[in-house]
């Protein structure tokens, strides 16, 4: 008798964890929980499961995975501000911000933000829970979000989700439906995008308040990817790319001493300057630029950027980041600068060569990221699956067409007077640079008119500069200056 107990368990056991790994559909998860912020105490409610995508006929195509953070010692209720989070990529899981930025845990980090084993969360007692929920919401492919299987056995179309009016399309009636499912219509709203969480952001604004018939207090972007100008090449997207270099070259002390005996701060207007008023007419010249201003400008840019002449020469003005990221170095220690932070150095096989082998600083950031996402929600969280955390997530041939997220913010803007933007970037990020960003700023209004209510914000590390907690205080002091500026106070939407 004993034997066959003995063989029905292993039966059952065997039954248990051989069967097919099946996507919740519709499920939550909450936990209660309590930190200090500011000095006061924040009681919270932590949510966390899957609400479904429908399509048109109603039928389940997609379900998202999203934490949800509410306040509960809170008399507002659910009149509290509402802060919708994403990430990037496109196929970035919501993970960087959640448990780095604004959520209450935050990565065991050392101040600069580089990996300490072992591997976990702490209190985030900077995080921005004590003014507004959040919920962070991992688009489709990434965290646990998937597809669904149609009743026809087929999945939906990758085009339904993977591209830019796609996304935001479906994102918006997501949440929607989340808001109303929570009861916080008469919640301030905003949403705050990393990344290509920006361009997600801007055309998130117009789609929410045009079909979704919901009306923004602000928009946040984090670092924000534009792809009107990042990588498009010319004169522009290249010269935009110097006061990084400036700001880069400054912290690796690799600068004239004239420059760098100055704070950052005073010598990043000059390489401003130097990048909208020279730099760009320099290389729309091409190839017809006179030999004398060539060289002039050459010898102005080895001094706001590090670089020797003779490189910038041999690249016609027209420096690549890859290809600083693999040169600032090359000639005193032989390494490589980080792409996304360029405080982080990296070791190449060989020092010869015109990019770097890896990204320093995205790998460092896995050692953190991967194992605490992974160990918080399963273990205070209280959520368990067999799925796997896709941090990067299969997007297919993400659809850029018809990008006009800039003018869909600006339309959102000119439509509601309560919508203010807020946008914060490292200047030592070498992918979305700090330039750029302040540049997609100006172009977002030509008119001019939309510009006051319109804030920048830099930080001195690179694309995530939360992570150095300097910066991880002052981008969620400024984050929750935003959110009560942006406040209506009894004040009419009117101009």
Known sequence: ???????????????????????????????????????????????????????????????????????????????????ISFNGGPGSASVWMHIAYTGPKILNIDDEGYPIQPYGVKTNPNSILD??????????????????KLKNGEYEDDKTFFGINADVKYLASWINTFVTRNNRWESPKYIIGESYGGTRVMGLALELQNNQWMYLNGVVMVSPADYKVLRVGGPVSSSLNLPYFTATAWYHKMLPAELQNKDLLDILPEAEDFAVNELIPAIAKGGFISENERKAIAKKMSYYSGLSEKVILQQNLDVPNRFFWKELLRDETGQTVGRLDSRYLGIDKVETGDAPDYSAELTSWLHSFT??????????????????????????NWDRSNDNVRDNLRQAMAQNPYLKVL?????????????????????????????????????????????????????????????????????????
């Open 131 to 148: 003014v507004a929920d959040i919920v962070f919401v991992n688009p489709v492919n990434t965290g646990y979000s998937r597809k669904i």
């Open 1 to 83: 008798m004993k034997l066959f107990f003995t063989f029905f368990l292993a039966l059952a056991s065997g039954y248990i964890f051989s069967q097919n790994l099946k996507v919740p559909v519709d499920t939550v998860y909450t936990t209660t929980n309590s930190i200090k912020i500011k000095g006061q105490s924040v009681d919270y409610k932590a949510m966390t499961g899957f609400q479904p995508v429908w399509n048109d006929d109603g039928e389940v195509t997609a379900s998202l995975y999203y934490t949800y953070y509410k306040r509960t010692n809170d008399s507002k209720g659910n009149k509290r501000p509402l802060i």
């Open 371 to 396: 194992p605490a996402i992974n160990y918080y929600i399963q273990n205070e969280l209280g959520f368990k699956t067999d799925l796997k955390y896709n941090v990067f997530g299969n997007v297919g």
């Open 423 to 495: 946008t914060q970037s490292g200047y030592y990020d070498g992918a979305t640079t700090y330039f750029q960003a302040k540049y997609s700023q100006w172009q977002i209004d030509p008119s001019g008119k939309l510009k006051d209510r319109m804030y920048f914000k830099g930080y001195r590390s690179g694309h995530m500069m939360y992570l150095r907690n300097e910066d991880l205080i002052k981008a969620n002091d400024d984050l929750r200056e935003f959110i009560i500026n942006s406040s209506a106070n009894g004040k009419a939407a009117k101009y």
